[in-house]
């Protein structure tokens, strides 16, 4: 014997061909035929501009509190190289808000460039440089997955 069906709408097992409460159907995103698969983003764009940002702010972050270590445990940090360092960093504050623009991860790119560059003024810069080189080349890794 079985007991009372419960026939109000969102109870008891779905309908065939109906949505599985708390899933979404969304056209595209996968096909058989071996089409464009869609990253299953809201907003792949703006997502991607805030891996971009945040890459950014970070960099100018760890820059800006890397001054006094370097300093104390680095030896010989000249005036040049704290001047590279705080145009970096503010150069990549200002990046990071530009991320609208198509040309900010170019400019990003060249960014990192010249931080290795700064490696000329203190081998603690060559090796910042190259920490973030890696992870700007893995952001831009993802920004080609999820835009295509």
Not at 6 to 15: F, L, Y
Not at 79 to 89: E, M, P, R, Y
Not at 97 to 102: S, V
Not at 122 to 143: K, N, T
Request: hydrophobic share 50%; glycine share 16%; charged share 15%.
């Amino acid at each position: 014997m079985t007991g009372p069906v419960d026939e109000r709408p969102g109870q008891g097992a779905p309908t065939e061909g109906a949505p599985v409460k708390g899933t979404q159907k969304i056209e595209g995103t996968q096909t058989e035929g071996g089409g464009p698969r869609r990253s299953g983003l809201r907003n792949p764009d703006k997502a991607v501009r805030g891996l971009g940002a945040g890459t950014l702010a970070l960099e100018a972050l760890v820059l800006l509190l890397a001054i006094q270590p370097i300093r104390v445990v680095g030896g010989d940090l000249g005036g040049a190289a704290v001047a590279a360092i705080v145009v970096l960093a503010v150069a990549c504050v200002v990046l990071a808000g530009q991320m609208k623009r198509p040309w900010a991860w170019h400019a990003g790119t060249v960014l990192q460039g010249l931080l290795l560059l700064s490696g000329l003024l203190h081998w603690s810069l060559f090796a910042l440089g190259v920490i973030f080189a890696l992870v700007w080349v893995y952001a831009l890794h993802v920004r080609r997955v999820i835009l295509g």
